[in-house]
């Protein structure tokens, strides 16, 4: 080969070589910016401030020394991967019980006691992408046209009724009401659920294993444009959401709404394994729904309920 070519290639490699450790380094920096390493270096501080020097020498070293590190709970049962313990550190730590977000304790340690993180992770309650790992991606605020947002506060107890069908044995007060209000209605008049009521529209019993993507989104108002959403929505005016349904719109309040939407969001048929399953009495058997009451004026009594006169 001709010297001059060869002085050529050579200087190319080497430009390239510089470039390539160019990259690298900006990525590094990048990846030293990442949100959750941030927030990781933050609740380090938070917890050596807590933590006396001199008494606990040991510990305080240990905690020096905690490098930055992705925490996850894998739970096989459901195929979840969990990270939301990468940026909620304090979760299971009343030490933390006044810390601001996102290492503040739970607000119910007593149900994590009963469902512990390594077991159950989080998104099993409260939805969102278990596997991201920055605030947005996690799925914490609706975003347009992404269908799996986290779980309305409202709508919490929606995904206790997934595997609890005994609603009163953990006094799921929100699925107690919507059960009520749907028997009011005569709901089952038209819906089905386990093989109790009428035909005209779909069978609910299986309505919080459907897919967010059977659903048209077309006539939301604005916002997420969820299957949590489309609920609300549609029990606020079914003839917009769906046209030509016959569905009417009913009196109802948001407090209503809300358990309504918790109660119909809460029907699975979802098989857990036995060590997910809550026992029941022996003596349970699920509500009937199909009875039928005089329908009643709803939003006058439950605003009686909640002592909104
Ligand atoms: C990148 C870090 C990060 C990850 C990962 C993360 N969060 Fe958060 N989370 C935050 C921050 C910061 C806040 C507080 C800001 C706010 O109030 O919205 C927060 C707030 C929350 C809140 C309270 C919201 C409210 O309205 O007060 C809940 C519930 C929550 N996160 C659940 C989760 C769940 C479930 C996951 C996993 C799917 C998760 N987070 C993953 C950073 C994170
Ligand atoms: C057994 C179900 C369950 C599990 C598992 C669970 N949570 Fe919760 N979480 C709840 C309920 C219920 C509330 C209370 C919501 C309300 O009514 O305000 C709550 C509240 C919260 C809040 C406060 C929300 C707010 O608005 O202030 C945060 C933050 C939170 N959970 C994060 C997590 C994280 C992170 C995990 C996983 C480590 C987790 N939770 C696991 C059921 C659960
Ligand atoms: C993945 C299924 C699952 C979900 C979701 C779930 N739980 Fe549980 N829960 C269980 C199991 C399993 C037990 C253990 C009960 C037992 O040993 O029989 C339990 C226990 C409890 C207990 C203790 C009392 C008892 O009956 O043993 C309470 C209270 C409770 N859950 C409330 C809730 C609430 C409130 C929610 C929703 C925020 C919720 N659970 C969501 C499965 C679940
Ligand atoms: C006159 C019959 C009728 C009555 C009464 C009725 N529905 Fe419906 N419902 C339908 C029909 C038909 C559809 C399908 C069209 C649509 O989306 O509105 C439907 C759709 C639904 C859906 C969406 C189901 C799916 O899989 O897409 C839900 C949830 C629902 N109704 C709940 C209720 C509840 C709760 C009540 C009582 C407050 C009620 N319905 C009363 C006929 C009825």
């Avoid at 949100?35 to 933050?42: I, L, N, S, T, V």
């Amino acid at each position: 080969m001709e010297k001059a070519v060869l002085r050529k290639l050579t200087l190319l490699s080497v430009i390239c070589g510089v470039a390539g450790f160019v990259l690298l380094g900006l990525t590094a920096v990048r990846d030293g910016k990442r949100e959750w390493k941030q927030y990781q270096a933050e609740y380090k501080e938070l917890l050596l401030k807590k933590i006396s020097r001199d008494r606990n020498p040991a510990l305080y070293e240990r905690i020096a020394n905690m490098k930055p590190e992705i925490k996850q709970v894998v739970i096989d049962e459901w195929g979840a991967v969990d990270r939301c313990v990468t940026c909620h550190l304090g979760i299971e730590d009343q030490l933390f019980a006044s810390a601001k977000q996102p290492f503040t304790a739970h607000p119910k340690p007593e149900l994590l006691k009963h469902h512990p993180v390594e077991k159950y992770g989080c998104t099993i309650c409260h939805g969102g992408q278990g596997l991201s790992t920055i605030y947005a991606g996690a799925a914490h605020k609706a975003v347009d046209h992404w269908p799996v947002p986290m779980v309305a506060k409202g709508l919490m107890q929606s995904r206790c009724g997934v595997c609890h069908k005994d609603f009163e044995a953990i006094g799921a007060d929100m699925l107690i009401k919507g059960r009520e209000i749907f028997k009011e209605m005569h709901c089952a008049g038209c819906h089905q659920i386990e093989r109790q009521g009428g035909a005209v529209g779909p069978d609910l019993s299986a309505f919080a294993d459907k897919d967010p993507g059977n659903f048209s989104y077309a006539n939301l108002d604005k916002g997420s444009h969820s299957k949590q959403a489309w609920v609300i929505e549609h029990f606020r005016d079914p003839k917009k959401v769906s046209p030509g349904s016959p569905m009417r719109t009913y009196a109802m309040n948001d407090y209503q709404i809300e358990c309504l939407a918790s109660y119909v969001l809460s029907l699975s048929q979802r098989d857990f394994p036995r060590q997910y399953t809550p026992k029941v009495k022996a003596d349970f058997a699920p509500h009937r729904v199909d009875v039928i009451v005089p329908e009643t004026e709803l939003s006058a009594a439950a605003d009686h309920e909640k002592g909104i006169e």
